[in-house]
């Protein structure tokens, strides 16, 4: 069973600082992998997506991918309250073959406290 | 907003009986996946629907099943509702090909009593 894995938190972290949110995937060949925000009661929101090994940054966000150790994570800087919110790393796996059937982690729960 | 809607948003059922959902995708999208997300735990994907026809399937039963319109909207139906059924859920959009992203409706909350 190919899994995606995360803590599920809470992460605390105080307004301003920056929020590293962590992920590991059990397939080799993964190639896609997505961070999505959810609020409570809502939907996911796609914040990131990454495809390439390195860091991809997006404003305050930054995706890192490292496929020889098989971790995608997520830096927020400058972190605000209205951050706080659930996490969720999703990858796109191979068998999936650009189709974007998902598999999803548990998320992690990050609280940005004033 | 991600141009993907979904209804209704809340569903009351009672064990045993049948529910359809619904959902349009976001316009030039030509794949639309569901999935059912349980309270704390991540979306967990059903099946996905392209060119009308199921492409995949998550470990859902039988009683599960969907359709895909020719304007690539698409219905989820889940026939003798059990109690563990009760959880949002969701229906992503996305095109086909490499290096492309799926963009998720509101999500349908149904609670099974």
């Known amino acids: 069973q190919k899994e995606v894995e995360q803590n599920s938190g809470p992460l605390s972290v105080p307004e301003g600082a920056i929020a590293s949110l962590n992920c590991t995937y059990s397939?080799?060949?993964?190639?896609?992998f997505f961070w999505y925000r959810q609020y409570s009661g809502k939907s996911p929101e796609l914040i990131m997506s990454?495809?390439?090994?390195g860091d991809k940054e997006d404003g305050r966000f930054t995706a890192q991918l490292n496929k020889a150790s098989q971790y995608v994570s997520l830096l927020i800087r400058d972190s605000q309250p209205s951050d706080s919110a659930t996490y969720l790393c999703?990858?796109?796996?191979?068998?999936?073959?650009?189709?974007?059937?998902?598999?999803f982690g548990a998320g992690t729960r990050l609280a940005v406290h004033p | 907003e991600t141009g993907v809607t979904q209804s209704p948003t809340h569903l009351i059922k009672t064990r045993g009986q049948q529910v359809t959902l619904r959902c349009s995708s976001q316009?030039?999208?030509?794949?639309v996946s569901w999935y059912q997300q349980a309270l704390g735990q991540g979306p967990q994907f059903i099946f996905q629907?392209?060119?009308?026809?199921?492409?995949g399937r998550g470990n859902f039963p039988p009683r599960f099943s969907g359709l895909q319109f020719p304007n690539y909207s698409s219905e989820l139906n889940v026939n003798a509702l059990e109690l563990d059924d009760s959880a949002l859920y969701l229906c992503?959009?996305?095109?086909?090909?490499?290096?492309?992203?799926?963009?998720f409706g509101q999500g349908t909350r149904l609670t099974v009593v």
């Open positions: 992503a959009s996305s095109l086909v090909g490499r290096d492309t992203e799926a963009f």
């Open positions: 990454i495809y390439s090994n």
């Open positions: 397939d080799r060949v993964s190639q896609s």
């Open positions: 999703a990858e796109d796996p191979p068998f999936s073959g650009g189709y974007n059937k998902l598999i």
């Open positions: 316009s030039g999208h030509n794949t």
């Open positions: 629907y392209y060119r009308e026809e199921e492409n």
